[in-house]
């Protein structure tokens, strides 16, 4: 079965300094690889997502994560934070027909 | 137009008791799926429905679990003789297809309290 393990809990930064939430997966024949964000008091909501093609894939917000396959990772960044970006990030992996989550990292911008 | 919607958006009771949360998906999303999300835990893969055939059912922790589905639209998750370590956010989700290609759109969840 696959899995997906994010390795960090908590990742407190200062506002513009850059940040990377880390995220492994479990090695598999095709993979489909997912951020998503929790704003406080909100539902989940995509933030970007790899299917297939370039390994860089970009959002709306600034954010970035890397299809590494040789390394079964999924890294998010951003070179630099915004408070409003404080918030729960999680990653995860499309097993057939539904997402396997890893347990989330909580990201924490301060002034 | 409207998102995901789930109610009530607060749960609380006592132990034992039968709870119902309900999940109102985008219309026209044929694919419906739940998960669990524990405190200081990921979200658990519950149950999909693809229209109101449920071909996976495989995360639904216990027996005390059920959720149907009807009209390809509302889904009901119903919890029996609840117990503590229910408590949890559940959540809803919708897609238009269950295909890699389709994301999949979040309800605010349903906190339930077991007490």
């Known amino acids: 079965a696959q899995s997906v393990t994010q390795l960090d809990s908590q990742v407190p930064v200062f506002e513009e300094a850059p940040v990377e939430l880390r995220c492994n997966y479990s090695?598999?024949?095709?993979?489909?690889l997912f951020w998503y964000v929790q704003y406080p008091n909100q539902g989940l909501q995509l933030l970007l997502k790899y299917l297939s093609g370039s390994t860089l894939v970009e959002s709306i917000n600034g954010f970035e994560a890397e299809f590494n396959k040789s390394q079964t990772s999924f890294h998010l960044r951003k070179p630099s934070v915004h408070i409003s970006d404080t918030a729960e990030y999680f990653c995860?992996?499309?097993?057939?027909?539904?997402?396997?989550f890893g347990t989330g990292t909580r990201l924490q911008v301060f002034p | 137009g409207a998102g995901v919607s789930q109610s009530p958006s607060n749960k609380v009771t006592e132990k034992g008791k039968d709870v119902e949360l309900r999940c109102d998906p985008i219309?026209?999303?044929?694919?419906l799926y739940w998960y669990r999300q524990r405190l200081g835990q990921g979200l658990e893969f519950l149950i999909y429905f693809q229209g109101n055939s449920a071909p996976d059912k495989s995360g639904l922790p216990s027996d005390r679990f059920s959720a149907e589905r009807t009209g390809e639209s509302v889904s009901t998750l119903t919890i029996q003789r609840t117990q503590q370590e229910d408590s949890a956010v559940y959540l809803c989700?919708?897609?238009?297809?269950?295909?890699?290609?389709?994301?999949?759109?979040f309800g605010p969840g349903t906190r339930l309290t077991v007490l």
């Open positions: 219309s026209g999303h044929t694919a």
């Open positions: 995860a992996v499309k097993n057939t027909d539904k997402l396997i």
């Open positions: 989700a919708s897609s238009l297809y269950t295909d890699r290609y389709n994301e999949q759109f």
């Open positions: 090695s598999s024949v095709s993979v489909y």
